[in-house]
Nanobody, 121 residues
Framework: QGEYVESGGGLVQPGGSLRLSCTRS???????IGWFRQAPGKERLGGSC????????YFVDSVKGRFTISYDSAMNTVYLQMNSLKAEDPATYYC???????????????WGQGTQVTVSS
């Protein structure tokens, strides 16, 4: 199986939106895919996940209502739509295979290289 590849990061103004993509080179993405983020000097934290078979999704409180996650089987891609971006959202965003549950997401494995999100006016 190939590695995960993230894309879609960039610079956006506060209140703006970005859509991140996570796909897998040379293979189908795992059943559970999660998005994590890591700001400079801080630990990597989970934010959202999806089970591509059941379409079950999970969000941490800090992004609930602002972020959505989806899976496109034709594109073999998981998307993270980020709206109403705030000053606390800038980080490197990573996708990874995870156990995804309705109330939590498990630890990640098979990490991608990440994509940078910057929020600035």
């Amino acid at each position: 199986q190939g590695e995960y590849v993230e894309s879609g990061g960039g610079l956006v103004q506060p209140g703006g939106s970005l859509r991140l993509s996570c796909t897998r080179s040379g293979g189908t993405v795992d059943y559970g895919i999660g998005w994590f983020r890591q700001a400079p000097g801080k630990e990597r934290l989970g934010g959202s996940c999806i089970n591509r078979a059941s379409r079950l999704t999970y969000f941490v409180d800090s992004v609930k209502g602002r972020f959505t996650i989806s899976y496109d089987s034709a594109m073999n891609t998981v998307y993270l739509q980020m709206n109403s971006l705030k000053a606390e959202d800038p980080a490197t965003y990573y996708c990874a295979a995870v156990p995804c549950y309705a109330q939590a997401m498990g630890p990640g494995r098979e990490w991608g290289q990440g994509t940078q999100v910057t929020v600035s006016s």
